[in-house]
Structure formats: structure tokens, C-alpha cells
């Protein structure tokens, strides 16, 4: 036993100056949030066509006639078998509450660059019902600088300037907003920046050991029974 052992009474005199503390930090997102909604709006001047299995879209009929749109930019890249384990296990998170934002005016599809049938055959083995296109043939992965090649380098990652040539795939989300038939870019986040919307975190993080995050632990669901606990 390596954790400090204590009373009752200590116990609800620490978790009491821990709330205070967590209150804080409920405001503080509430202040975040408004920031975030007060950020500029800047018209996306580029036609993106995307496969799906529908056929060809384009970036505004992914709203499907709401007014919101958020990505996942989901880590699949054309060479690779699966996706990224993270990604996944981010995208487990909002399969089935997507469903709710699309009843709040907010449509949720992934895309990745890899070919819409790789991502039909995986979205099938992992049980998502979400949107998920393939931007194969786009600069779409490039311009919002979750993806690089030899061809596309990556340069900056996270808002930050990247060391050397950049190739692969990073993971991220973007949101965006269609007004008077303009798509707009309002949001991206990047790195830790989606440690908020990974929905396995929050309960990590009250847990009693944490995310334990030492080793790189995650898994795609249908590895679960091939892996220990």
C-alpha cells in the first residue's frame, strides 16, 4: 500500500478543499467555452469533396441541414490496416452521443484520409454508427494540418512550427459553422487539447490511480479479449 491512509473525517475535510478547487475550474471551462464561441469566423474558400458511402459530398452537405458541423480527425492514413487505437477509443467515446448533437442543431462526422472501403470495413468490426469520410483525394487532412507526406509536409502541428519533415497522420477535431450557405472555420484543437472530449479520461481521472498513462495502453475494442486487463 502506497497511498496515505487517513479517517473519514479527513477524508471529507481534503475532498471539501479539492471541490472548492474543482468549482474553480467548472467556471473557468464555462469562461473557456464563451471564448471559444467568440473566436473569429473564417469562410473556408476551398470545395472539399469527400467519398462516402452515398456517394461525393461536400464539406456543407455534411451538416445535413444543421447549422454546425465538429470533425474528428480520425488517424487513418491510405497505407495503413486500422486506425489509430486513441482515435478510436476517442471516437467510441461520442458513438451513440453523437446522436444527441445531432438533435442540437451540431452534425459529428469523422474523416480520415484513408479509402472510404478501409473505413467502411473497419467501422463495421468497431459497431459505429457516426458519419465517417474519406478525404482520400483532398487537401483536407493537409490544410488543417492533421496529415503530412513527402509531397505535403507537415509544418506546423498544434499551432506550433514542426521540426524537420513532417509525414504521417495527428490526431485532432475541428468545428465549423454554415451561415447564409458559407461554411466557416470556427475551432481546432490538437494534442491535449482533446483530452476533454476523450471520454474515457473524465473517468480515468476519478479513478483511484489515474490515467496511468506510463505505458501506451489503449486498445481497439475488438482487441479487449486478446489483451489482459
Request: net charge negative; charged share 25%.
Amino acid at each position: 500500500m502506497t497511498h496515505r491512509i487517513g479517517t473519514r473525517d479527513e477524508w471529507r475535510t481534503a475532498r471539501a478543499a479539492l471541490l472548492g478547487r474543482e468549482k474553480q475550474l467548472t467556471r473557468l471551462n464555462d469562461e473557456l467555452a464563451q471564448e471559444r464561441q467568440a473566436l473569429p469566423w473564417v469562410p473556408v474558400e476551398k470545395e472539399y469533396v469527400f467519398d462516402s458511402p452515398d456517394g461525393p459530398v461536400t464539406l456543407a452537405e455534411l451538416f445535413g441541414g444543421r447549422s454546425q458541423l465538429i470533425v474528428q480527425h480520425l488517424m487513418f492514413g491510405p497505407d495503413d490496416e486500422r486506425a489509430c487505437a486513441s482515435c478510436s477509443s476517442i471516437a467510441d467515446g461520442v458513438n451513440g452521443p453523437h446522436e444527441h448533437l445531432e438533435h442540437h442543431d451540431v452534425a459529428f462526422v469523422a474523416i480520415s484520409r484513408a479509402p472510404l472501403e478501409k473505413l467502411e470495413e473497419y467501422k463495421a468490426k468497431q459497431g459505429w454508427s457516426f458519419r465517417w469520410v474519406s478525404s482520400h483525394d483532398t487537401g483536407f487532412n493537409f490544410d488543417f494540418g492533421v496529415s503530412g507526406t513527402d509531397e505535403h509536409p507537415n509544418r506546423e502541428y498544434n499551432l506550433a512550427p514542426v521540426t524537420g519533415v513532417q509525414t504521417g497522420e495527428w490526431p485532432g477535431m475541428s468545428a465549423f459553422a454554415l451561415e447564409d450557405g458559407v461554411v466557416h472555420h470556427v475551432y481546432s484543437a490538437h494534442s491535449r487539447g482533446i483530452d476533454a472530449i476523450w471520454g474515457v479520461y473524465p473517468w480515468l481521472d476519478r479513478s483511484a490511480k489515474g490515467r496511468r498513462d506510463e505505458t501506451y495502453w489503449h486498445r481497439r475494442r475488438h482487441e479487449f479479449a486478446e489483451v489482459p486487463a
